[in-house]
């Protein structure tokens, strides 16, 4: 299936990610979150930024998402003390990170603190190359996993000191599915030549 039209993508049913969700917030959340990662093989990875309604207005990431085989961590970054952790997985040679449209996001993420990447697969681009018309993680999700991702939170305010169950929720189904998606394409071959964001 090379596309899949508005109307298939609605009829599918919807799926959020129904895990456990972990607002990394305090030390002891940054470690736990550390531990989990340094387990895994491949995550999945996604930003939050606050919307910008106004021309030539832009806002930097405000949050980051890390999805794990058991959990999914909310990283906001309003708070410094979770960057060191968010470089230390980004630059680890031997963990996959998978996502889609993650060139913006990283580029974008620079502007908040350094880091260098490494082992960064964007599966928009995967899926381009292996002729896909359609390189969201909307349609991904569709085409590949059947399921239909609500898009809800997607404009809501990913700067507020608190975010809504609402936003939790949309945040770690982003990257949740991006971790789906990555083993999928592994699993269907389209991973051999990983192009890096």
Sequence with gaps: MRSISKQAVADLPIRRYEGKVSLVET????????????????????????PAFRK?????????QVATASAVYLFPLRRAAVFPAIV????RPDLVKAGVGLAH?????????PF????????????RRSGLDQTG????????????????????????PRLTPAQITYAA????????LSLRFEREGLLRSKPKA
Excluded: Y
């Excluded at 736990?32 to 930024?49: F, H, K, S, W």
């Design 56 to 64: 030539g207005e832009s806002h930097l990431p405000c949050l980051v």
């Design 137 to 160: 993680v909307r349609n991904l999700a569709g085409m590949f996993l059947g399921f239909r991702i609500p898009k809800g939170n997607r404009t809501s305010n990913w700067a507020a």
């Design 88 to 91: 230390e997985l980004l630059a």
């Design 105 to 113: 996001d990283l580029r974008q993420l620079e502007l908040v603190f």
């Design 27 to 50: 030390p002891q959340d940054v470690e736990d979150a550390r531990t989990d990662i340094a387990q895994e093989r491949v995550v999945g990875l996604d930003t939050e930024t606050r």
């Design 116 to 127: 260098t990447a490494a082992n960064v697969v964007d599966l928009g681009v995967v899926a």
């Design 173 to 180: 189904t982003d990257a949740w599915a991006c971790r789906e």
